[in-house]
Structure formats: C-alpha cells, structure tokens
C-alpha cells in the first residue's frame, strides 16, 4: 500500500529526513513514532502531496507521489496534526462541502456523510456548529473528512495530541476499529498510545529509521528482558544468597517494604524463573505474597534506541 525508498529532504542545511526506507501492507496499522523534530511529519507531507522530496521515491496504493498525486489523493485520507476545519460550518454542511471536492454526487455524499457520522461517532453532533464543538469532537469530524470519499489508506499525524484520557481512549478504539477496513499509519510520539493499537511500529529519530517491526520484535532489537518482581518474608541475606543461586537467575536487587523483601530479579539469557523461585520460597518455608514478571515497555524500548543513537553521534 505505502512503499518508501530512499527518501531524502533538507530545509536548507538541516536534513529532516535521510534516506529512509519501509513499507506499510494492505490492512496493517503502523505507528511511526519519534520525539518531536524526527523527521515524522515531513515525511507524512510528502506522502500525501504536501511536500516534494529532495531524493528517493515513494508511493502509495501503487501511484507515485511525485507524478501521479491526484490519484494519490484520491485513495489517501489526511488527518493532520490540527485538522483545518471551518468553526462557522455545522458538522453536516462541512462534509457536504468535502464530498463535493471530491466530485461526488448529492447521493453518494448523503450515503457517505451518513457512513463516516457512524463511523465517527458524530451522531449526536451533526447538526452543531463545529466552533462549539470540544476539541475531541472537532478531531472527530477531521477523521471524518478524511473518511468521507472512503480512501484504501489513512494517513494520521498526532490524532490525539490535546486531548483528555477519555477522548485519547475514544479515539484509540475508533482507529482500532477503522483498521478493520483501512490501511493505517498512524505517526505519535505517544508510545503507550501506538502500543495499544499498531501491529508493528517504525521508530524515526534525527531522520533516520532506527528501528522496525512489531513490539516483539522490537524488544529482541533493543535487547530489552523482562525481569521478575517477588515480595518474600524471610531473612534479607538468607534471601539474596539463596535466590542469587538459582540457576537462570542474573542480578538480583533488593529492599525491605512492610516486612517483605522485594527483590528485582534479573534473568538470564531470557530465562523463565518464577517456578524456580516459587519453590524455594515453599522448601524454606518463606511466605511469598506476590510473583509477576515485569516486561519493558515500548517507550523503555524507545528511550534506549534514541539513546544510543546520540551516544554514536547520529
């Protein structure tokens, strides 16, 4: 659906983007993330026609983005950072107004208006004034607009950036929900929000791609293990000494909490220790009252990528 090869830009002497490279499939939702200044939404610009390129070529649905943009245009649904809408407009006249760009016809439009209100969630507010609409509810009607001529490909820059927990949990669903029938990609720099609903995450940091794939995957790439968090009653020393000893078993922290030990267990090599732990607690009758392994986050997975790529001066 989305092929990126190679693809360079520079404002000037600053390279924003640097010869990247991916490709999304029919029917993924992929996160392309990076802290603020990595090259994402430049590349977004490009891909949808807003921009040239410098070097590199990409396309989308098939269409070059260089040559053929009308027809790129008309198979891409844009959701920009800060959807341009028109405050003065009800909710039904703006996407009446859009479908005609679109060069649809008054009956296609109604059927199309009725599918993206649904979709969207905009029942209740088709009839408002957009001006008086939350935030949450103008990124809806944005979504909207980028719905309303039923586009193979949705491109979403920071779909949720304002809004409160509850819109970001609404808005979240709603993509998990378009990705049933759209190819998505869906730029953030909000990790937890692309871990909840992408199936595989291109991480962008300086202009350059330096991670890809999905969050399994990533881990194995970053080197991130989960470790094992264990509450035990018992001697500190005895404890540390005897579960330093398990087989499997790596660095171990611990400290007193109430009474408990709590120990951070580190394993190796990806071993799963907790049956090991759970008997010894049992064979030397120490009290165990919570056993859970703790496993990185994407955005743990995020920071230790960025952060050797400034240590190597990329």
């Not at 989308?60 to 950072?81: A, C």
């Not at 439009?109 to 008086?132: M, N, P, T």
Request: hydrophobic share 40%; net charge neutral.
């Amino acid at each position: 659906m989305i092929q990126v090869q190679n693809l360079s830009k520079r404002y000037g002497s600053f390279k924003a983007v640097d010869g990247i490279s991916f490709h999304v499939k029919e029917g993924e939702i992929v996160g392309f993330l990076g802290p603020n200044g990595a090259g994402k939404t430049t590349t977004i610009r490009i891909l949808t026609c807003f921009l040239p390129a410098d070097s590199g070529s990409a396309s989308v649905t098939g269409h070059d983005v260089f040559g053929e943009s009308m027809q790129v245009r008309s198979n891409i649904g844009y959701l920009p950072e800060s959807a341009p809408l028109y405050p003065e407009m009800r909710v039904r006249e703006y996407l009446n107004f859009r479908g005609k760009l679109h060069h649809m016809g008054r009956a296609v439009r109604e059927q199309a208006i009725a599918r993206v209100v649904k979709s969207c969630w905009l029942g209740d507010f088709v009839d408002r004034l957009i001006g008086q609409l939350s935030k949450g509810m103008r990124q809806r009607v944005g979504l909207s607009d980028a719905l309303i001529h039923d586009p193979k490909v949705l491109v979403l820059d920071e779909p949720t950036v304002g809004l409160d927990p509850t819109q970001i949990r609404e808005t979240r669903n709603l993509i998990a929900g378009l990705g049933e029938r759209h190819t998505i990609l869906l730029s953030s720099h909000i990790l937890h929000e692309v871990e909840q609903v992408c199936t595989r995450t291109i991480i962008i940091n300086k202009g350059r791609i330096v991670a890809s794939g999905s969050p399994a995957e990533l881990r194995t790439q970053v080197g991130a293990e989960s470790r094992l968090i264990a509450e035990i009653k018992g001697p500190e020393a005895e404890v540390r000494q005897a579960v330093s000893a398990l087989n499997g078993v790596g660095e171990v922290e611990i400290r007193a909490v109430d009474g408990w030990n709590r120990l951070g267990i580190e394993p190796t090599n990806g071993a799963d220790v907790r049956e090991s732990v759970f008997k010894l607690a049992a064979d030397r009758g120490w009290s165990l009252r919570e056993m859970r392994r703790e496993v990185a986050s994407l955005e743990d997975f995020f920071v230790k990528i960025t952060a050797e790529q400034k240590g190597a001066g990329l």
